[in-house]
């Protein structure tokens, strides 16, 4: 039985799952600066169908992004090497950017879907009060 | 005694269908951005309601009324993308899904007006207000 409450529940575990996304590009932004600092990402899983809350999404695991650091020229750094260059983070602003946007986006479409499941389940509910 | 009367069954049918297509569009929304997931979406009502061939309600699947489900009723069908599919194999729409989602709303507030009405005039019948 699909009951209006399964589907909030699943509505609700996209909103977890974007705010976790949303928190991991808060941090790649704050690190955007960090010497060595490696882009986090995690990546979202569809909760197979032998579980209770099947059809509803999960994050995996974070991982770290493999993309190459940049060698940033600046001698007068603790962390340069003898040619004067340090390794800074792989984070790239306007990717975070157009992530967070997408996050945001995906958040707030899955409130919506909230809101309407609990707008009919009270609609249901309306027809007992009379 | 309620369920017996066609136009309950047939507005109790309607809520459920719409309920169990809610279901099936917010499992979508949550998925917008999962790779590999295909939208999902049950058959219209209609056409449950055309194939059940009498005027006993059948609702999304023989056997619907008095039987307890597992999982969504009626046929799932992955539906095909609107537009492009993403480079990830997501064929999920969000714009596609708030069609949908409006649909599904118009016909609850259907189904529940419909049965709202009848109770009323039910009870106007039987001498009550």
Redesign the interface.
Known sequence: ????S???A??A??MA??AA?LRLVSENIANADTPGFQRKTV????VH?MFDN????RTGRVELSDAELPEVFDPGHPLADENGYYQGSNVELMVEIADAR??Q??YE??L???D??R??NA??L??LR? | MIQNMTIFQMASGLASHATDRQALTAQNIANADTPGYKARDIVPFEQSYEASGSIAMQGTRAGHFGVARGGVGGEVFTVSPFGIESPNGNSVSLEAEMIRSAEIRQQHDLAVGIYQKSLTILRTSMGRK
Do not use: H, P
């Open positions: 039985m699909s009951d209006l399964s589907t909030m699943a509505s575990s996209g799952a974007q996304r990546a979202f899983e569809a169908a099947a059809g509803s999404v997408e996050a986006r995906s479409a899955n919506k879907m909230f309407q499941s707008q009919m609609s249901i309306e027809l009379r």
